[in-house]
């Protein structure tokens, strides 16, 4: 009693199999290296025995890891044992490696069916003196800033083994653009906490923790990141861009200010869609002197980098926003509401607060 075949990666219709669904290339056998077999939670120290006196070059290694570890629920990868940037510790678990260097999608939560194995050559290196982190394919490397024992390593290729036997080409990732991240995380997914006795008057909300930083001019803010610029639902007022019908928002990195407001202007394409202008601070200013200056800031306050943007050409990562293939480091956040003056401007009228104060 035969068993109907699966899908194959043969034949005209064969699809190829890569870990980050992308087509790949057939790889020629090359010379055979020192092989190493993947184990899960085992560093790569026997590396040290590949590396040669000063007059010869390292000893490159290949080292075959199961499918079954190439996920982002293995241990190594969840626990982040990744140290260094293009060069890594003995000690950096090889698949969190390659997830860095982007050769395996980081989004990979099951084996892939095809594949039976992926193999990667190596390179070991004398220890470096320190390791630096790096912000790649979605994964932070660790840093380092003292010696280590045993060896370095470098990936230097790696490919995929069918289960067929055929052989395809990985390539990496590593350069280009930050990927953009999700921009929606929905209110009623947020955890209910509840007690049995308790009536629904006295049910508690636990939102996301956040954390608050110090800003340029030693004010709290809100730590980036991308859940605090997420839509809360798919209705227009839980729309974050609707936020600035009565707010400004306000970006920060180490050294710089922007602001994100409503544009008065039409947008590039002559329609009547609602746009934004982000615009570069001359000078972080304290939230007492924006408001006394105006919020959103006065025209010679500012620099503005782009006006007439919609509102998807802000592409939110992780650590950055990205307009229009131009990237802005981020590392704090702010909501500012706009100043009453500021809204009735154009009707002519004047709040009864602000007017009471001025009185």
């Not at 280590?148 to 990732?173: F, H, M, Q």
């Not at 605090?228 to 306000?250: E, F, N």
């Not at 992780?318 to 809204?343: F, G, T």
Request: net charge neutral.
């Amino acid at each position: 009693m035969s068993k109907r075949p699966g899908e194959s990666l043969n034949g005209a219709n064969g699809k190829v199999a890569r870990l980050d669904a992308a087509p790949g290339i057939v790889k020629k056998q090359g010379p055979r290296l020192p092989m190493i077999m993947y184990k899960e939670g085992e560093p790569l120290h026997e590396l040290s025995a590949f590396l040669k006196g000063e007059g010869d070059g390292p000893q490159s290694v290949e080292v075959r890891i199961p499918v079954q570890y190439l996920t982002s629920q293995n241990r190594q990868v969840r626990s982040r044992q990744l140290w260094g940037s293009d060069t890594y510790t003995s000690d950096s678990d090889l698949v969190a490696v390659l997830m860095h260097y982007g050769y395996i999608h980081h989004t990979v939560t099951q084996p892939v069916r095809d594949v039976a194995e992926v193999r990667v050559v190596v390179t070991p290196l004398p220890a470096q003196p320190s390791y630096s982190s790096t912000a790649r394919n979605s994964i932070r490397s660790r840093a380092w800033s003292a010696a280590t024992n045993g060896c370095a390593y470098a990936v230097e290729k790696a490919w995929i083994v069918t289960r067929t036997g055929n052989t395809y080409d990985l390539s990496p990732t590593s350069t280009g653009p930050p990927a953009s991240a999700a921009t929606f995380a929905p209110s009623h997914l947020e955890r209910m906490v509840t007690r049995s006795a308790a009536g629904p008057a006295a049910r508690q909300r636990h939102v996301q923790e956040v954390t608050v930083i110090f800003n340029l001019v030693n004010e709290p803010w809100t730590k980036y990141t991308p859940t605090a610029i997420c839509d809360r639902g798919l209705k227009p007022h839980d729309w974050t861009s609707s936020r600035l019908h009565t707010h400004v928002l306000y970006l920060e990195s180490h050294t710089t200010r922007y602001e994100v407001s409503r544009s008065n202007g039409p947008n590039d394409n002559g329609s009547n869609q609602e746009v934004f202008k982000f615009a570069k601070c001359k000078k972080a200013l304290t939230a007492r002197a924006s408001r006394a200056a105006g919020v959103p800031l006065p025209a010679d306050h500012v620099t503005v980098e782009f006006d007439g943007l919609q509102w998807e050409e802000l592409q939110w990562g992780k650590d950055s926003v990205v307009i229009r293939e131009k990237k802005y480091e981020l590392s704090r956040i702010h909501l500012m509401p706009i100043e009453a003056e500021h809204e009735d401007a154009a009707d002519g009228i004047m709040s009864p607060a602000r007017e009471a104060a001025e009185n």
